[in-house]
């Protein structure tokens, strides 16, 4: 080979070394990327993780009712039994309501579970808000243990007119192998 072209090749190959890490560089910027976006365009349909507070004085609008329909589904391996007690409640912006969730460790092991929620359309997603959720914390269930776990909300009279329907769901995760609660509750 003559010395002109080793010089190229070399020069080719870190270029494309070059792209290589810039790709795998930009692969791992856009998770926080895309998180930033849809925070701020509201599309992700990611409630807030944290407790809402709610004002007794707030103005409840009886003109408008919004349904609110609740869908559950276990992420593949997870076991337990998962269901909305409610399936749909109709409500009015700026009321506090209650539905409560079931679940049951079948097995014969302590299990710890983890809901995650998702609000369709996303944009609905910034007018709920959940004064106490059981997804706020990961869920110990010892084996063959059953519980009800409420789930209190209110929609902000902000709600956009056009939307009268949205829905909550939530996937559960066994989280057991990666939980920091303690399975002793007694």
Known sequence: MTQPSQSNNNRMVIKLVAIVIGMFGFGFALVPLYDVFCDITGINGKTNPYAATYDVNTD??????????????????MVWDFE??????TVHPGELNTVEFY???????DIVGQAIPSVSPGTA??????TECFCFEQQPLQAGEEALMPMQFYV?????????VFTLSYTLYDVTGTSSVAMNRG
Do not use: C, H, M, W
């Open 84 to 89: 909305a007690r409610t399936k749909r409640i």
């Open 156 to 164: 902000d009279p902000q709600l956009p007119e056009d939307i009268k």
């Open 125 to 130: 997603a910034l007018y709920l808000n959940k």
């Open 103 to 109: 679940v049951k460790n079948p097995t014969a092991k």
């Open 60 to 77: 409840v609008d009886t003109s408008r009712e919004i349904t609110v329909e609740f869908i559950t589904r276990n992420q593949s391996g």
